[in-house]
């Protein structure tokens, strides 16, 4: 029988990454997934074994912040989904913290894929590389671009820092170094866990679901399923047309207080009423001085931001669940993990 394709998939241990890693495996890749702390190996295969069959899953170290294991890692491998990079729940205050770690470990991520001879690479950037740092703007496609300014925070900083310095490395290779690049550009992730351990972005349903917010602010934001973000990077792996591109990766805008509604009406009959009363912005403003995660929403009251992902269906056929299973399954998901 023919070896199976290898691919590597950095920050094995991460939400996405294990999405990602699931479809690899049950497409019949082997997978060998990067990790910084390789103690989680163990954990991560018995996480993934209730969804895959893992035979064809190794685990290599590499760390963003050192040189030291790309190379091996990405040893004969055909294709490189650099989807590591750091997704703090807080944000520091020195936004280097983020920006470093982000923008020269997808640098270091580039130069062994380009050193290993893969054929292409798929980064993971985000829609927070492209909507932030524009006054007033409200729609957006895959032309625009956050602009790096103090107040879109570290995390939009460190993603369009990382995802422009990326697009600059692979544009200026020479032929005989070249890969082929696309990245994919979420918008905010939510949807089922393959391990208790969930990203940032899980935050939002989980403070909800377990009723540590008193209501929601005015803030909206798009959405995405875990499992259409898995399937767009497979695509963006795979498709003749995808090389070059960048693509948004949103399924719809939703304000917190709609996904508030339905998780109620979800699970509020199973014992967890969700409060679902729109806080005046005064209240989010006083809180968010002395609460560092809600200080990072107060920018983004009332705003309505529309994250254009046509480039995405039309050229890689991408289709997306309806939201109101994927508010559902997170909910679900949290429940059955204990998370809750
Ligand atoms: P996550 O669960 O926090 O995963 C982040 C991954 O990056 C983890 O595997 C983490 O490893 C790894 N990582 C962080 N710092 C590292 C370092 N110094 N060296 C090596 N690995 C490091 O977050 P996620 O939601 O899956 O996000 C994955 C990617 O998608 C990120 O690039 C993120 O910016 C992007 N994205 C996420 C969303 C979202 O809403 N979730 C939206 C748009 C884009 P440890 O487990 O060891 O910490």
Known sequence: MAEPIRVAVTGASGYIALHVIAELLDGGYAVRGTLRDMARGETIRAALSRHTETSNLEFAPADLTSDDGWDEAFSGCEYVLHIASPLPIVEPKNHDELIIPARDGALRALGAASRAGVKRVVMTSSVAAIG??????????ESDWSVVLPEIGAYASSKTIAERAAWDYVNALPGDRAFEFVTINPSLVIGPLIDPDGSASIEVVRKLLAREVPGCPKFGIGLV??????????????????????????TEFRWLVEVARQLNRDFG????????????????????????????????????????????RRDLNWRTRPMDETVKDTGESLLALNVV
């Open 225 to 250: 399923d875990v499992r259409d973000v898995a399937t767009a990077h497979i695509a963006a792996m795979t498709s003749p047309v995808a090389p070059g591109n960048r693509y948004i990766c949103n």
């Open 269 to 312: 009959p199973r014992g967890y009423p969700v409060a679902t009363r729109v806080l005046p912005n005064f209240v989010v403003r006083l809180v968010g001085l002395f609460d560092k995660a809600v200080g990072r929403i107060v920018p983004e009251l009332d705003q309505h931001k529309n994250y254009d992902s046509a480039a995405i």
């Open 132 to 141: 932030y740092g524009h006054e007033g703007k409200t729609d957006f496609t």
